[in-house]
């Protein structure tokens, strides 16, 4: 079945570092723009960071320089490595197709916070 897990979140300081992974059935991640998104209480989901079938990245502005997605072929998965972390990253991560979205999974709670 076509599913997406993702895994990695926790609690963690501001200035902290995090890895977040999205495991694949179903497909594989190279044959598809993948992206990683995020929702915080009362906000909208916003897109964070995407990883083309080509291989290019893009990033928004508030995870640029900070945030790198990458994917491995071999475990079909997807990663989110975090840096720098900051308080207002605090959300509900998710991973995704990008232009042929999947049903929402249920995320993973990254919480930055002294």
């Known amino acids: 079945q076509v599913q997406l897990v993702e895994s990695g979140g926790g609690l963690v300081q501001p200035g902290g570092s995090l890895r977040l992974s999205c495991v694949a059935s179903?497909?594989?991640?190279?044959?598809?723009?993948m992206a990683w998104y995020r929702q915080a209480p009362g906000k909208q989901r916003e897109l964070v960071a995407r990883?083309?079938?080509?291989?290019?990245?893009n990033y928004g502005d508030s995870v640029k320089g900070r945030f790198i997605i990458s994917r491995n072929t071999m475990v079909n998965t997807v990663y989110l490595q975090m840096n720098s972390l900051k308080p207002e990253d605090t959300a509900v991560y998710y991973c995704?197709?990008?232009?042929?979205?999947?049903?929402w999974g249920q995320g993973t709670q990254v919480t930055v916070s002294s």
């Open positions: 179903g497909f594989m991640v190279n044959n598809y723009a």
């Open positions: 995704n197709r990008f232009y042929s979205n999947l049903d």
């Open positions: 990883v083309q079938r080509d291989g290019t990245t």
